[in-house]
């Protein structure tokens, strides 16, 4: 998105070819930027410039990225044409309200359908830079306020409640943008020309998350995983694996552009149940599912709280885990803003075989996979094929370390 609006070209090298980021470079080709992919994993995009952007006849179909959504909603409210935004059906149904609400501040004019998709864009709106504090951490909301803020009047600057992932003030700044931080504030002035630059794209941390407990809850062998993204937003969850006594190495620190990267070395641990620290909630947010499967796993009790955010995503992820670990024998409490689970590490088998029903929700459909490996019979994983939108060789790679999986 930033190399579409940027001067000159830009390669990404390590592009995830995954549903959510091709209906990315879907959304920007329909808006006239030129895009090449040259070699598996290779992008090449010819920006346009801040105000080449052209508008679309048709809807811009998110599919199923929340991410692309909420961002290109900042994007778009600054442009001088009517946009449309569309996503499948578990798109369709999640809130945009939050981040129409600070952009409406700003001057956009932004209609959604009772708080959800499809969002209606006017364009020809002139934004005003302002001084919005997020009520809910969002990096979402953030970076929507500050995609805008790059066509707004003046200064803008977002103050968020709690640190969430910061990857487009660091690819701002790759960019050329002026962007500095005051505290938990964001700042950024409005009409900054950005300049197309070359961008390696780290290992996703959230994908090496369900590795990372596979690893520490298997029954013997090392687990290497290379080149792995270590933003501090985002690496919540090794903070709490590490908690909770996972053996777990991280060697080969460097800086590959703006993203910290790193080599972890798995190694199978006892782990111990952990109450989650509120300030680790929101940057572990996406990881959760997978940790609730860690957390069956350890040696008593674990507890999350303020986690009201997962209700919200691509599934209500704290009711279908809930739902998945009973139909598994999983001794475990829903709370309205977390779960309370027993822990039964060291007893044999974690879970009985069953089936569990995924609800289109990849990341769900993925920690239950990563449960077989302490369960005493198979387990049956419906509605998986969302797997793809973010992972899509989650399957051959879970196989070449040892899972055994069947797609039926």
Do not use: W
């Not at 790193?262 to 782990?271: C, E, K, N, Q, S």
């Not at 302490?374 to 998986?384: K, L």
Request: aromatic content about 4%; hydrophobic content about 45%; some cysteine.
């Amino acid at each position: 998105m930033l190399g579409g609006i940027a001067r000159g070209a830009t390669r990404i090298e390590g592009f995830l070819e995954g549903e959510d980021c091709l209906a990315t470079l879907g959304a920007l080709r329909s808006l006239g930027v030129p895009i090449a992919r040259p070699a598996p994993g290779v992008v090449e995009v010819q920006g346009v410039g801040p105000d080449g952007l052209k508008g679309c006849t048709q809807a811009l179909d998110m599919g199923n990225a929340g991410t692309a959504m909420r961002l290109f909603m900042g994007l778009l409210a600054g442009q001088t044409f009517d946009s449309t935004l569309v996503g499948d059906s578990s798109l369709m149904r999640r809130p945009m309200e939050r981040a129409a609400v600070p952009l409406r501040l700003m001057g956009a004019y932004i209609e959604t359908r009772e708080g959800r998709p499809p969002v209606h864009i006017r364009g020809g709106q002139r934004l005003q830079g302002i001084d919005f504090s997020m009520p809910v951490a969002s990096a979402q909301v953030k970076s929507a306020v500050l995609l805008a803020g790059l066509y707004a009047d003046g200064e803008t600057r977002v103050t968020e409640p709690a640190v969430t992932r910061d990857h487009t003030e660091r690819m701002l700044r790759g960019f050329g943008v002026d962007i500095r931080r005051e505290g938990a504030t964001a700042i950024l002035r409005g009409g900054q020309p950005l300049t197309g630059a070359r961008v390696a794209v780290p290992g996703d941390f959230s994908s090496a998350a369900f590795f990372m407990v596979a690893g520490s809850i298997a029954g013997a062998g090392e687990l290497v995983l290379e080149d792995v993204g270590l933003n501090p937003t985002r690496t919540g969850l090794l903070e709490l694996l590490l908690a909770m006594g996972a053996d777990i190495t991280v060697t080969d620190r460097r800086d590959d552009g703006p993203e910290p990267i790193g080599t972890l070395i798995v190694r199978p641990a006892r782990l111990r149940g952990i109450e989650v620290p509120e300030h680790v909630v929101p940057l572990a947010i996406d990881e959760f599912p997978v940790f609730f499967v860690a957390a069956a796993c350890a040696e008593g009790p674990s507890l999350l709280r303020g986690a009201e955010e997962l209700r919200v995503k691509e599934s209500d992820r704290l009711a279908v885990m809930a739902e998945g670990l009973r139909a598994l024998g999983v001794e475990h409490e829903l709370l309205p803003d977390g779960m309370r689970l027993a822990g039964r590490g060291g007893a044999g088998p974690v879970f009985r075989g069953g089936a569990v029903d995924s609800h289109g929700d990849h990341r769900i459909a993925m920690s239950f996979a990563i449960a077989s490996l302490q369960a005493a019979g198979d387990i049956r994983i419906a509605d998986v094929a969302n797997v793809a939108t973010s992972f899509p060789g989650f399957a051959d790679l879970a196989r070449g370390i040892g899972l055994s999986l069947e797609a039926v």
